[in-house]
């Protein structure tokens, strides 16, 4: 059971070869054997879970049964469950039980989804390591060759890559924001696809950015993504930037082959900094898609080296404006005062965290009068410039090739200290979230250490479907089978 | 925290360098259609569940600690 992929499992279980609940059950061990280690789960909703399996059984039994049925999935703890805690692994949202469920988890329900629970993530979303969470770090499944040096998951949908990775899930949800699923699919192994913005409805979605932030699935394959992105996706009138626009089955686009296939390589994502074994596989990755018959083009998105401090006063603007809602009144933590002024600050004192503080100082900086055109107004105009790069570029070329992430994943006490540092983790998973345009990564090959590197593959605004062609070719090709060190298989 | 903001600040001013004139700011993608709906109610009777979350209330108010003298 340790093997199953999301698609094989739906399989056995319209075959009657297995029980949702033997499924779910299965699940459930493994969490509790090896979550101790890797904390991927802030929840774990085990009672739920099993009703929800026996309930699937029953519907399995008939015949008639959705598409999701018997599945189990983690959701990461951003999108809001009705009655089970939603944290957004902070303080101010400890207790937090939503009465009322998110469009996104509301699909993958009717379409009969098991949640096993609710998956760790960087304190509301910000981080690229997992290690901004009030519930704790998440470790990365993978290790070094020998050596037991624990090392970061990626973040912020951390909690979601590790538990797809260790085998704690059969898929999850993830959200990017500037990089928040991808990034974490490379340090972890997996597959995970940001969908064009607008395409996941963001009601219930507890917002980052508003403007940026995306939901997207994160499994084992590309087959197993669009399975879960057909689930996901769709209009949804209480967003006001949901796009209605009917949900393909995407399943249909994966052997659809890159023959005649323009692939644009843009040459700004191979600074002189990248690593050898992160270039190399790059190459690799070029090597299969022509093979394949896809005809491969140079390009150029010149504004690349602005999309990261755009994105940090893009995003932190925002941040700053949706998280003033966190005010100890209506709902999450109150640390009580004398005054309504003073239980504000005590409250969002005490509620968030460092990182979380820093961006909403940041973000209230670049909005204030004074400040407001020489940061914010500009950044929004670069934006633009951005956005252009890749209308330009898709002018030319169907799809684009890059890696996803500069570096493999890193060790917990290697995390620099310089937040500015950190932020060049996101450098080539940015430029696209800043456009809206759909991206994935997918597991391509092991560094030198043996850890496991992703490509990113960027498409035309509700182009997902070529994505998943192109992914699909390259999957082949790299043939990753490879497993971590903590897995459940090897606990079984 | 003032240093590193201080630091942050430095590296976006590299933005200062790219040429916008003429350019107009990006709002969103501009992917979906504005649209209007009624004005109607859609739902309610929610009073129970909108103060479920509520760190204290009062029957149907949420309650801070006094603002007027």
């Known amino acids: 059971m340790h093997d199953l992929t999301l698609a094989s499992a739906r399989k056995a279980l319209r075959e009657r070869r297995l029980s949702a609940i033997d499924l779910t059950d299965h699940f459930l061990a493994a969490i509790k054997k090896l979550d101790g280690d890797i904390n991927s789960y802030v929840t774990v909703t085990e009672d739920q879970a ?16 959705p598409s999701l049925c018997g599945l189990p999935l983690g959701i990461k703890d951003l999108f809001c469950t009705n009655g089970v805690r939603t944290t957004a692994s902070s303080n101010i949202l400890r207790d937090f039980v939503p009465p009322y469920e998110s469009t996104v988890t509301s699909n993958l329900l009717a379409d009969g989804a098991i949640f096993l629970g609710k998956t760790n993530l960087d304190e509301f979303a910000m981080g690229s390591t997992n290690m901004t969470s009030a519930f704790g770090p998440v470790t990365n499944p993978w290790r070094r060759k020998g050596t037991d040096v624990s090392l970061v998951p990626g973040g912020s949908s951390g909690g979601s890559a590790a538990a797809v990775a260790a085998g704690l ?7 990017d924001t500037g990089g928040s ?23 219930g979605t507890i917002a980052f950015a508003s403007s940026l932030d995306q939901a997207g699935p994160m499994a084992r394959t590309m087959e197993d993504c669009a399975i879960l992105l057909e689930s996901m996706a769709g209009f949804d009138p209480k967003d006001s930037t949901s796009v209605d626009r009917p949900v393909p089955r995407y399943e249909d686009a994966l052997e659809r082959g890159v023959k005649g296939l323009k692939v644009g390589i843009p040459r700004e994502y191979r600074p002189d900094t990248l690593p050898d074994d992160i270039a190399a596989l790059w190459d690799q990755g070029i090597a299969w898609l022509r093979d394949a018959g896809a005809e491969i083009v140079d ?3 010149p504004h690349t080296k602005y999309g990261l401090p755009t994105y940090y006063i893009v995003a932190l603007a925002e941040a700053s404006s949706n998280l003033a809602r966190y005010d100890g009144v209506r709902f999450g933590e109150r640390v009580d005062a004398a005054s309504l002024d003073e239980l504000y600050e005590a409250t969002r004192h005490a509620g968030f965290g460092e990182e979380v503080r820093r961006r909403i100082l940041m973000g209230t ?73 759909p991206a994935l990564s997918l597991p391509a090959g092991l560094d030198h250490d043996g850890l496991p590197l992703g490509l990113q593959l960027i498409g035309r605004y509700f182009e997902e479907e070529t994505l998943f062609a192109a992914g699909r070719v390259m999957e082949k090709a790299a043939g990753f089978t490879h497993r971590p060190a903590l897995h459940a298989g090897a606990f079984a | 925290m003032r240093q590193e903001l201080s630091g942050i600040l430095g590296w976006v001013e590299q933005l200062n360098e790219v040429d916008i004139t003429d350019v107009p700011p990006m709002i969103g993608t501009g992917l979906a259609t504005p649209r209007l709906r009624d004005d109607v109610v859609t739902d309610g009777d929610k009073r129970d569940a909108v103060l479920s979350n509520a760190p204290d209330s009062v029957g149907p108010y949420f309650t801070v600690p006094k603002v007027v003298e």
């Open chain 1, 365 to 437: 900086y670049v909005l204030s009068s004074g400040y407001y055109d020489a940061y914010y107004l500009r950044a929004q105009k670069v934006r633009t410039l951005i956005q252009r790069d890749f209308l330009n570029a898709f002018d030319t070329v169907d799809v684009l090739l890059t890696p996803t992430a500069p570096s493999a994943a890193f060790a917990h006490s290697e995390r620099p200290t310089d937040p500015v540092q950190i932020y060049l983790n996101d450098i080539f998973t940015v430029p696209a979230s800043m456009a809206g345009v």
């Open chain 1, 181 to 203: 699923i991808r990034q974490p699919a490379s340090y972890c192994g997996i597959t995970g696809i940001k969908p064009t913005y607008g395409r996941c409805s963001r009601f």
């Open chain 1, 50 to 65: 099993r009703a929800g399996a026996r309930a699937a059984d029953a519907l399995l039994a008939t015949g008639n049964a």
């Open chain 1, 299 to 301: 390009v150029s998105l």
């Open chain 1, 169 to 175: 899930a059969l898929g999850t949800t993830g959200t």
